[in-house]
């Protein structure tokens, strides 16, 4: 199987290790977490799964701009520190919002208006098909 370059020529996993070459890639705010994201390049389509325990699918959001795929997830608790809550009272309260965002540039081969997500526990997957026309690209041996 021949590896797709993802962002232009070159080698296919710079967008991954050259994250200047993408633009930002990872936003934190609130309760900063991390996302941990695997992108897979199969035969027939992308995959892109993202680990997101503790979330909800209205939590989660998924974006396509232009070859940009943008998974963001935003939770806020909303609890007032000097309420009693169930006969406990809050002294501190540093996880009331969390916010991720991570960005994958996809290559021109994949079809991301036919991208599909889903959430199952706690991890989102997003399957991403390729273009008709760049499955049928087969690579001759030169002999």
């Not at 994250?19 to 930002?24: D, F």
């Not at 009693?84 to 960005?103: D, I, K, S, W």
């Not at 991301?112 to 499955?135: F, S, T």
Request: hydrophobic fraction near 30%.
């Amino acid at each position: 199987m021949a590896m797709t370059s993802f962002g232009g020529g070159g080698d296919a996993f710079v967008p991954f290790w050259n994250p200047a070459k993408l633009g930002p890639t990872s936003s934190r705010g609130g309760g900063g977490r991390d996302m941990h994201l695997d992108v897979v390049e199969y035969e027939s389509k992308f995959e892109i799964r993202a680990d997101l325990p503790g979330m909800s699918k209205s939590d989660i959001q998924v974006h396509v701009d232009n070859d940009v795929v943008t998974v963001s997830v935003e939770k806020e608790d909303k609890r007032d520190e000097n309420r009693a809550e169930q006969g406990v009272r809050y002294h501190r309260m540093e996880r009331t919002c969390q916010f991720v965002r991570r960005t994958v540039r996809m290559p021109e081969t994949a079809d991301l208006d036919q991208i599909k997500a889903k959430y199952d526990n706690g991890v989102l997957q997003l399957n991403i098909p390729k273009k008709e026309d760049a499955r049928s690209m087969q690579r001759i041996p030169v002999q």
